[in-house]
């Protein structure tokens, strides 16, 4: 990890040393090998054609395309090695609306989250006391930024300082301003980014580029905007990883969910005809196709809004068919591994063990008459974690070794219609004691998750539990973790030191989270599947 000063002290400059990948001086073997093994098989294939020279074409056409392919993943991989240097300039005493957690610390936070994605990504914070001090702290930040790829500028209105970051910001190809100078300018790709006037947000104000010559533009710059406009941690660093993908290198958690030409066309149509069709004369899965046409195909939050908005049968069998049963869109995103989260490892004095981690998880279910085991209070993810009136149905099932968790939450279409959804997820135990693997088929595509318990307290008064996950074939990666107590409130203030505790074990800050609404509840579609058993091992006493 790159340290990150603090108040007092100015960060380090970035360093000259710049990593650069290299290709493997073996790719020509490797496109043999492949050869090799596609004859070794198919001899018959060999005979049948024909002459001498049409063999010998078609092996020299085969091998070529082979060690393409062989350098093209070498050159992938030595694009993952490149660095991405970014500064995070912020307003002397500015104020975010996260909670009014100041935009300095917001920053800083940021910078550790962007090693989650990418080692190879270091983001410097500064405030702007740094360009008009004229020390130390001034020439560092003068070397940072003539090194930085991106330079992210929030809530600097000072214009001296705005007067200094023209001056010494010419050469950095991609700058991004928020609630700032207007004299401050934007770039994108070494561009100059044009002001458009007539739009403006709540948030923040960005420009945005003539789009007659710069379709790319146009999507990045929609991207950053709509996401800024959300007012939440994950979005300010999925600001950053928007530019990064267009302009510096892939980042794999945003792979694209749109056609990628012909052969995306051609799977669809081969394999998929009926659905096509059923969907299209569907008018909730037409709404759903529509929707998801006009948001950004990275961005998590907007496309679960439609999928969650007009979820139906014919949706499902459209998603199941060209997405999961055939990946058309040849997509493969992993379960993220960081942060690494600690499991909880004891609970009432004695070790954790899977038995009563289970028994953790179906909380208060069948206690005092309640009808779930947990309400979510809070959650950290914009896409799935801020839903209302959640509530979670964890129980084991008729099956020996069964476990199950069905969580029940509201959904504000985008209609305005506020409608109940459930999910159900298979759950099997993980190799530690508190950590177990989630599954589930959601609208047609399957989504694994890897959760852990990281604190419960002993009386279940609250509990905090963390995922990492990703829909594969949708090419969607995500982390989130969900605050919960019997009736969806917050835990009293003497928990607060505890809780705080609990969340850094996840990287996260208190000011992160979203309050769930939990107000307008009426009549949730609970209830659990004849034969289902709950608690084995722990007892909470009646009428607490």
Request: net charge neutral.
């Amino acid at each position: 990890m790159t340290s990150l000063s603090n108040c007092t002290a100015p960060p380090p400059c970035f360093s000259n040393h710049r990593k650069t990948g290299r290709l493997h001086s073996s790719r020509r073997r490797i496109g043999d090998v492949h050869i090799q093994l596609l004859f070794s098989n198919n001899r018959k294939l060999s005979r049948s054609m024909g002459s001498p020279l049409l063999r010998r074409h078609f092996c020299s056409r085969v091998m070529a395309s082979q060690i393409k392919e062989a350098e093209n993943g070498a050159l992938a991989a030595a694009q993952n090695a490149i660095p991405v240097r970014i500064v995070a300039l912020v307003g002397e005493g500015s104020v975010s609306p996260l909670k009014s957690t100041p935009w300095y610390d917001v920053m800083l936070h940021t910078a550790k989250k962007l090693k989650y994605v990418d080692e190879e990504y270091e983001m410097l914070v500064y405030t702007d006391n740094s360009c008009r001090a004229n020390d130390e702290a001034t020439r560092q930040l003068k070397t940072s930024i003539s090194r930085s790829d991106i330079l992210m500028i929030i809530a600097v209105t000072n214009q001296e300082s705005a007067q200094w970051i023209q001056t010494n910001s010419k050469t950095t190809p991609n700058i991004i301003c928020f609630d700032s100078s207007p004299t401050l300018t934007n770039k994108l790709g070494g561009s100059l980014v044009q002001t458009k006037t007539s739009i403006e947000s709540l948030f923040t104000k960005l420009p945005l580029p003539q789009f007659e010559k710069l379709k790319e533009s146009e999507q990045v710059v929609g991207s950053v905007l709509e996401a800024w406009d959300r007012q939440n941690s994950d979005d300010i660093k999925f600001c950053l990883l928007v530019i990064v993908n267009a302009y510096i290198k892939p980042v794999p958690v945003l792979q694209n969910l749109r056609a990628k030409g012909f052969s995306t066309l051609q799977c669809m149509a081969k394999n998929c005809g009926p659905q096509i069709l059923n969907c299209l004369l569907d008018p909730n899965c037409r709404k759903a196709l529509q929707c998801l046409n006009k948001c950004s195909p990275i961005d998590q939050v907007c496309n679960y809004q439609c999928i969650a908005s007009y979820e139906s049968p014919q949706l499902e069998e459209f998603s199941l068919c060209v997405l999961q049963k055939h990946n058309c869109l040849d997509l493969d995103a992993k379960i993220p591994n960081l942060p690494r989260v600690t499991p909880l490892a004891s609970f009432r004095g004695e070790p954790l063990d899977q038995e009563t981690a289970e028994d953790l998880f179906i909380g208060w279910l069948g206690i005092n008459n309640s009808d779930w085991s947990w309400r979510v209070v809070a959650g950290q993810n914009p896409a799935y974690d801020q839903f209302p009136c959640q509530y979670q149905l964890f129980y084991r099932g008729k099956a020996k070794g069964s476990f199950w968790y069905e969580p029940v939450f509201q959904v504000k279409t985008i209609e305005g219609d506020l409608v109940w959804r459930r999910r159900k997820y298979r759950v099997k135990r993980g190799k530690a004691s508190g950590t177990f693997h989630f599954s589930v088929l959601d609208n047609g595509v399957v989504s694994n998750e890897f959760w852990t318990i990281v604190d419960v307290c002993d009386d279940l008064s609250w509990g905090l539990f963390h995922y990492h996950g990703a829909a594969r074939v949708a090419g969607q990666s995500y982390t989130g973790a969900v605050l919960v107590s019997l009736d969806g409130l917050y835990p009293d203030e003497s928990q607060r030191d505890r809780l705080i505790a609990a969340l850094d074990k996840c990287g996260i800050k208190e000011w992160e989270l979203f309050d769930v609404d939990n107000c307008s509840c009426l009549n949730p579609p609970l209830g659990l599947p004849e034969g289902s058993n709950l608690h084995y091992k722990i007892k909470v006493e009646e009428n607490v």
